[in-house]
Structures are given as structure tokens and as C-alpha cells.
């Protein structure tokens, strides 16, 4: 098992850019897929991005298609989203999540998360 820490978010301005980072501890991270979720106040859990174990397939929801970026580092047990020209609507809790294998993009088909790390964007 893994634990994951998320760091990164903070206050920018719209179409500025953030680049979140989610630390894994242990030395299986390699086997776990990652995701990017978001949830703002009264709406549901939202997926990101997946990524899959070695970062050969990436996979983007349609409103930050072209915008945001997922990736990995193994070897430093971290992956990351790249966010540029955020949106005010993108103001939300961002969420680290990971899964043995098998990427997903859906919020219970992930068993491990991070505790989130707030992103605002403002006008």
C-alpha cells in the first residue's frame, strides 16, 4: 500500500498555471495507476486525468482537455498535474488518487487518495 500527499494548489489568477504534485511513500508505486479528481462545494467528485503505470496512456476529462497535463517521475515515486490557462471554474479541492494496474477514470474504482489540496482561481 501506498500513502499519498498532494501539494501544490494555491491562488492564481485566471490564465495563470499551477503544477500539482502528489508524493507516494513505499516502493510499489510503479504498480499503481494515478488519477486527478476535483470537487467543489455542492457538486460531486469530478474526474481529471489517469495516467497509467509507466505514463504511456493519458487520459483527460473534456473540460481540461488541452489545458492540463498529467505525468509521473517512478523513480521519485510522484506524479504530477500540470494546469495552465485555469479557469475560474476550475476553483476546486484537488484530489491525488491510485489503484493497482489497471487505469480508471471513475471515483470508486480508486481505493487510495491523498487528503486534497485546495486550487482557486480567481478573475
Known amino acids: 500500500q501506498v500513502q499519498l500527499v498532494e501539494s501544490g494548489g494555491g491562488l492564481v489568477q485566471a490564465g495563470g498555471s499551477l503544477r500539482l504534485s502528489c508524493a507516494a511513500s513505499?516502493?510499489?508505486?510503479?504498480?499503481?495507476?494515478m488519477g486527478w479528481f476535483r470537487q467543489a462545494p455542492g457538486k460531486e467528485r469530478e474526474f481529471v486525468a489517469a495516467?497509467?503505470?509507466?505514463?504511456?496512456?493519458?487520459l483527460y476529462a473534456d473540460s481540461v482537455k488541452g489545458r492540463f497535463s498529467i505525468s509521473r517521475d517512478n523513480a521519485k515515486n510522484t506524479g504530477y498535474l500540470q494546469m495552465n490557462s485555469l479557469k475560474p471554474e476550475d476553483t476546486a479541492v484537488y484530489y491525488c488518487?491510485?489503484?493497482?494496474?489497471?487505469?480508471?477514470?471513475?471515483?470508486?474504482?480508486?481505493?487510495?487518495w491523498g487528503q486534497g489540496t485546495q486550487v482557486t482561481v480567481s478573475s
Open positions: 488518487a491510485a489503484r493497482l494496474y489497471i487505469v480508471a477514470t471513475i471515483p470508486t474504482d480508486f481505493n487510495l
Open positions: 495516467i497509467n503505470r509507466i505514463g504511456s496512456t493519458q
Open positions: 513505499g516502493r510499489t508505486f510503479s504498480s499503481y495507476t
